[in-house]
């Protein structure tokens, strides 16, 4: 069985930092991409950013220059610093990991809430 633990999500002000943690744990097969998804209330949950095992990074239009997503493979974790964070950023924002044999796994969420 395979564990995403989510970490560092809170309150903080616009224009304030944050990092969030992720990491996977159980029984892991071959990591291929892991990535960290929001969604704000009333909203479809969105790609904010992923990478891959080759350290190929994707990120949402709206966090670039702002987000950076990072891992540590021997870890089996990922972070996202989020700098320069606005009141729109404000979501649950959750881990997700997808293996080379195509099982996909979520966290639990961990809610980051930007004041104005």
């Known amino acids: 069985q395979v564990q995403l633990v989510e970490s560092g999500g809170g309150l903080v002000q616009a224009g304030g930092s944050l990092r969030l943690s992720c990491t996977v744990s159980?029984?892991?097969?071959?990591?291929?991409?892991m990535g960290w998804y929001r969604q704000a209330p009333g909203k479809q949950r969105e790609l904010v950013a992923s990478?891959?095992?080759?350290?190929?990074?994707t990120y949402a239009d709206s966090v670039k220059g702002r987000f950076t997503i990072s891992r540590d493979n021997a870890k089996n974790t990922v972070y996202l610093q989020m700098n320069g964070l606005k009141p729109e950023d404000t979501a649950v924002y959750y881990c997700?990991?997808?293996?080379?044999?195509?099982?996909?796994?979520w966290g639990k969420g961990t809610l980051v809430t930007v004041s104005s």
């Open positions: 159980g029984h892991i097969f071959s990591i291929k991409t």
């Open positions: 990478i891959t095992t080759g350290d190929i990074t």
């Open positions: 997700n990991v997808r293996f080379t044999l195509g099982m996909e796994y």
